[in-house]
């Protein structure tokens, strides 16, 4: 199929990914004289800064996730496509999903960023990392088997390795995993095992640099820690992580060196450009960075194609204070809106004036009544921070249909300490827990990365 366009009909606006970048975009041009279609490989939009509750037993999927073609129901100019985009001809004006070509007077590209183990990929098989409702699955399979397998293991070292979760970074992701486990084995599941007890679980979160969460102020990175190390979780900061194989992770301390038994290794150190980066690098000549996030000009496009923007994760902009703007969603919602708004002043024969990102400042939940939060002029931690965080992410849901939805169930894990989505399924059973299949044997390698680079 050949979805072509001739020059009496509306302006013909792709864009490719329907995540907080790309849907956006769609919203703000819901009522634009301008024709849309938001291709997405998944059907549904994913509030990502949530999966981590989806990973914890707290939220099920579909808390998180809302069909794309619902939130769109409503803008009558957009059309949903399903599918995966696999190139882009820049001269033709047209993307590619499959054998179709979709025609473009202007393209949006917010396909977004995906895990990053800094040129260590075989690690991936040992310490997943989070970005799909898929990982979170995963990872939630690997938690709650692990505490099954604690259970009914005799051996107290084999045991003690099953009790044992490594967090690789300190970043916001890998904190507020630290914190759900810790509150997992010393609350919910506390009663629920006669063999083992649980709160002697061992939490370990890795940061390369001297503080965990490097973008807050320092005092709050304190005030994390603390309250962490009070949830029973160990921070280790200026801790290299040199080695991840089966079973084992090696850390580099100061000149030291040492090995971690655990069965349970969660990455939470990285992320790289999704592969569309490299596929406008190709047809386009767009620079990209060592990330392999696009660097585009003032206005979000790509030097010298005017008519394609790239917005979110997958964008590199540089052009506030000489360093690329943080791959968060306010970010990525930002930018989608101001690519709606230029695109719709264009065609009025109006120029805008180059994108400004307004930075409204970072939070992270370390458990239940404890978070921080960062607006800059004012710093929170504790109640009032987690108080304010849960404020937040309930405004940005709002957005969504997942809501009222979402509130409830936090009320009810509030009052119950409960986590109900606690089930353990796919590839179930404990001998296919991919982390306890014993095969692997990876030469060692030896990288000096900081964790959260
Ligand atoms: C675990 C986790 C926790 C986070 N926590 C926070 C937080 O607390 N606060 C915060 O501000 N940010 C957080 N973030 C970051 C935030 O989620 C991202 O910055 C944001 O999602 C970026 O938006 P985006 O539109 O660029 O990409 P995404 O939201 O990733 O969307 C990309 C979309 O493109 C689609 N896609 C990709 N390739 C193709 C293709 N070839 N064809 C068609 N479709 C494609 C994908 O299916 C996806 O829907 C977190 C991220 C993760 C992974």
Same mark, same amino acid.
């Given at each position: 199929m050949v979805d072509s366009h001739n020059n009496n009909s509306p302006h013909q606006v792709v864009i490719i990914g329907g995540g907080f970048g790309g849907l956006y975009a769609a919203k703000a041009l819901a009522k634009a004289d301008v024709n849309v279609t938001l291709i997405d490989k998944r059907n549904f939009h994913l509030f990502q800064p949530l999966l981590y509750q989806v990973a914890t037993g707290a939220l099920s999927p579909a808390d998180i996730?809302?069909?794309?073609?619902?939130?769109?129901?409503?803008?009558?100019?957009?059309?949903?496509?399903?599918?995966?985009?696999?190139?882009?001809?820049?001269?033709?004006?047209?993307?590619?999903?499959?054998?179709?070509?979709?025609?473009?007077?202007?393209?949006?590209?917010?396909?977004?960023?995906?895990?990053?183990?800094?040129?260590?990929?075989?690690?991936?098989?040992?310490?997943?990392?989070?970005?799909?409702?898929?990982?979170?699955?995963?990872?939630?399979r690997r938690i709650f088997s692990a505490f099954e397998a604690a259970e009914k293991e005799t051996d107290p070292e084999k045991r003690r390795a099953w009790l044992t979760f490594v967090i690789v970074?300190? $970043?916001?992701?890998? %904190? *507020?995993?630290?914190?759900? /486990?810790?509150?997992?084995? @010393?609350?919910?599941?506390?009663? #629920?095992?006669?063999?083992?007890?649980?709160?002697?679980?061992?939490?370990?979160?890795?940061?390369?640099?001297d503080r965990i969460l490097p973008p807050f102020a320092p005092e709050l990175s304190q005030a994390a820690a603390i309250s962490l190390s009070q949830l029973g979780v160990v921070v280790q900061t200026n801790t290299l992580v040199t080695n991840i194989e089966n079973e084992v992770v090696t850390l580099?301390?100061?000149?030291?060196?040492?090995?971690?038994?655990?069965?349970?290794?969660?990455?939470?150190?990285?992320?790289?450009?999704?592969?569309?980066?490299?596929?406008?690098?190709?047809?386009?000549?767009?620079?990209?960075?060592?990330? $392999?996030?696009?660097? %585009? *000009?003032?206005?979000?496009? /790509?030097?010298?194609?005017? @008519?394609?923007?790239?917005?979110? #994760?997958l964008a590199n902009f540089s052009h506030q204070n000489g360093k690329p703007l943080p791959g968060v969603a306010p970010v990525a919602k930002q930018e989608g809106e101001y690519v709606a708004t230029t695109i719709q002043q264009?065609?009025?024969?109006?120029?805008?004036?180059?994108?400004?990102?307004?930075?409204?400042?970072?939070?992270?939940?370390?458990?239940?009544?404890?978070?921080?939060?960062?607006?800059?002029?004012?710093?929170?931690?504790?109640?009032?921070?987690?108080?304010?965080?849960?404020?937040?992410?309930?405004?940005?849901?709002?957005?969504?249909?997942?809501?009222?939805?979402?509130?409830i169930q936090w009320a009810w894990n509030y009052f119950t300490r409960n986590r109900g989505a606690r089930l353990i399924t796919g590839e179930a059973s404990l001998g296919s827990v991919p982390i306890d299949n014993g095969s692997s044997n990876y030469p060692p390698v030896n990288i000096k990365q900081p964790l959260n680079a």
């Open positions: 996730s809302s069909p794309l073609r619902a939130v769109l129901s409503k803008s009558k100019n957009t059309k949903v496509l399903l599918g995966e985009v696999s190139d882009i001809d820049s001269q033709g004006q047209k993307v590619m999903v499959g054998e179709d070509a979709i025609a473009y007077d202007t393209l949006i590209v917010a396909t977004g960023a995906k895990h990053s183990y800094f040129g260590k990929d075989n690690w991936e098989e040992f310490a997943p990392g989070l970005k799909t409702v898929e990982d979170a699955l995963a990872m939630r970074g300190g $970043g916001p992701t890998g %904190v *507020e995993l630290a914190g759900a /486990i810790a509150e997992l084995a @010393n609350q919910t599941l506390k009663e #629920d095992f006669r063999n083992i007890d649980t709160s002697e679980a061992r939490i370990l979160l890795l940061e390369g640099m580099k301390q100061g000149e030291g060196t040492r090995e971690i038994a655990s069965k349970t290794i969660l990455w939470a150190a990285g992320v790289k450009a999704s592969a569309m980066g490299k596929v406008l690098a190709e047809r386009t000549g767009a620079e990209c960075d060592r990330a $392999g996030r696009v660097i %585009v *000009e003032p206005d979000l496009s /790509i030097k010298g194609h005017s @008519n394609i923007f790239v917005v979110g #994760d264009r065609l009025k024969g109006n120029t805008l004036p180059p994108f400004n990102y307004i930075d409204r400042g970072s939070l992270a939940m370390i458990g239940q009544n404890s978070a921080v939060v960062d607006l800059g002029f004012i710093k929170l931690k504790g109640f009032f921070a987690w108080l304010f965080w849960l404020v937040i992410h309930i405004y940005f849901l709002i957005e969504f249909d997942n809501k009222l939805l979402v509130m």
